[in-house]
């Protein structure tokens, strides 16, 4: 079947997503490993029939909202490209805004960090795929940077990536709950940790699309911080934080004192609508707060001192 047929058939497919274009363009693209660009020029080639079975295959898959960075193994995070698979959360923009913060500290006070103080102490807590890990390391080659996660699938995910990047040798990773096993005072500690509502999967199939607005349950709106169905292919503990997705974020900010060096920062991505919650939990614990917005100017980033 040439290229022309197969795209026409798969956004068929695909009729009901808003990307379905895009979706096939580039699962193809990763099926026949050429660029889009290739596909583009070249609408009446032919595709093999071992391939074409793949791609259908791929995109059957993506119809049931599977989504595109598991079909294909691979997330676009600051300009790097990270592998991906369902054992780690998938990275997001947003994200790339809580590098941004990281970064713009650690610039400020570079003149600190050169008057022989030793190499700049980083722990990324959560670490899921270590595309905040290995970034960090990449971008700041001599920090020390620790990677922790409760997930031994995660861990693995994240070392292959760190292999893949180059940056093995700058990342000590770590197996345990959050800060537990930071064995000294870091000085930044940075964590995209679960920040979910509790959400039942069988009610939120029963209705055709999620809205920002939130979901029935109980009686009560119950929300996440996703606006799809792509959600609940991902680890379920890599989003979901209690009933209010806040259980990760109060026992981490409860346990810094024991794991921050006295002028050190922490830098924590949060649901905008927890953005009054978060600076109470800070200032219950002592911590003074500043929010910082994401791409799309909502609250997202926390930084705790």
């Known amino acids: 079947m040439v290229i022309q047929d197969l795209l026409h058939n798969s956004e068929h497919a695909l009729n009901h997503l808003l990307s379905s274009s895009l979706d096939s363009e580039v699962i193809l693209s990763f099926v026949i490993d050429k660029p889009r660009e290739y596909i583009l020029a070249n609408m009446d080639k032919d595709i093999t029939a071992d391939k074409t079975a793949k791609f259908e295959g791929l995109i059957a898959r993506r119809a049931k909202h599977e989504p595109v960075a598991y079909l294909i193994h691979n997330k676009e995070f600051y300009e790097r490209n990270f592998y991906v698979d369902n054992r780690v959360h998938i990275p ?84 345990g709950d959050l800060l537990s096993v930071l064995a000294k005072p870091v000085d930044i500690i940075v964590s995209n940790p679960p920040y979910g509502w509790i959400i039942s999967p069988p009610v939120f199939r029963a209705c055709p699309e999620y809205s920002e607005g939130g979901r029935l349950r109980g009686g009560s709106s119950v929300k996440i911080w996703t606006n799809d169905k792509e959600v609940f292919f991902q680890p379920k503990e890599s989003y979901e934080s209690g009933q209010d997705g806040l259980t990760h974020i109060k026992k981490l900010i409860k346990d810094l004192p024991n794991h921050l060096k006295k002028n050190g920062k922490c830098f924590l991505e949060f649901d905008p609508r927890q953005t009054e919650s978060i600076k109470q939990i800070a200032k219950d614990n002592n911590y003074n707060i500043t929010i910082k917005k994401d791409f799309a100017s909502f609250d997202r980033i926390a930084i705790l001192q």
């Open 92 to 175: 997001r923009p947003a994200t790339e805004d809580l590098i941004d913060c990281v970064k713009q500290s650690i610039l400020k006070r570079s003149a600190t960090l050169n008057s022989g103080l030793g190499p700049l102490q980083i722990a990324d807590i959560g670490t899921g795929s270590g595309c905040i890990a290995i970034t960090l390391a990449l971008e700041f080659p001599n920090a020390k940077i620790i990677a922790t996660d409760i997930s031994d699938d995660a861990l693995e995910v994240a070392k292959r990536n760190a292999d893949k990047l180059g940056s093995s040798d700058k990342i000590t990773f770590l197996k």
